[in-house]
């Protein structure tokens, strides 16, 4: 059984920075999402990253803030020094909702991979591949990461949906969805050892400090 250690260290270094970026936006208490592009002809070097800023604001070139178009994918999109992103991969932490999925096939994104799912966006795939121009448009994707990564990328995002949105249908379909990743949500929200960390520690010690509780969510 992998350890949290090992799962980290195995990581490509475009997720390790995919995951630092939604662990600063989880800290900055938006939604922790983290987004980077990626050139596979070039050794998989990364091109740009980005993090959601939908609560923070940033006004300085390139970075969306501020908004709901502050989204991770966005911000790397708007990093870009190129016209688009043809025959690069996109790496995100959480599977894109409508509005990123839509400006990665604008911006002819070759790939996409993501760590968590969203049950926001289920079954948006196939809306696309409805539509002759959107279909032709789709890039390929993988994903998401089984066990405890799949549920770390998943908490990061749905925390905010849980602390900022209590009563709002979204943190309703995030409890009835996600039942037990909610559950510890909620229980790691009065842990003072996890708030610590929360304030002041990197990611890899907050994927530790959780695993075993990832780990027993299957």
């Excluded at 922790?32 to 070039?42: I, M, S, T």
């Excluded at 709002?168 to 909620?186: F, H, N, T, V």
Aim: proline share 4%; hydrophobic share 45%.
């Amino acid at each position: 059984m992998s350890s949290a250690t090992d799962t980290w260290k195995s990581l490509s270094l475009p997720w390790q920075v995919a995951f630092e970026e939604a662990w600063a936006a989880y800290r900055a208490g938006t939604f922790g999402v983290g987004a980077v592009l990626v050139d596979p002809a070039n050794d998989d070097s990364i091109v740009t990253a980005g993090r959601n800023r939908v609560m923070q604001q940033q006004r300085s070139p390139r970075t969306l803030s501020g908004n709901m178009t502050a989204h991770a994918e966005m911000n790397a999109f708007a990093e870009l020094d190129q016209f688009d992103a043809e025959g690069l991969h996109l790496y995100t932490t959480l599977e894109p909702c409508l509005m990123c999925a839509a400006t990665a096939m604008l911006m002819k994104v070759e790939h996409v991979h993501f760590a968590a799912r969203d049950e926001f966006n289920a079954g948006m795939d196939e809306l696309w591949g409805k539509h002759s121009l959107t279909a032709g448009w789709q890039p390929t994707s993988t994903g998401p990461f089984d066990g405890p990564l799949g549920h770390f990328g998943r908490l990061l995002a749905m925390t905010f949906n849980l602390e900022q949105l209590v009563g709002q249908s979204a943190e309703q379909l995030a409890r009835d969805e996600q039942p037990a990743l909610a559950g510890l949500i909620d229980r790691i929200a009065t842990d003072d050892q996890w708030m610590a960390i929360r304030k002041s520690g990197t990611v890899h010690r907050a994927l530790g400090h959780l695993w075993g509780d990832l780990e027993a969510i299957g």
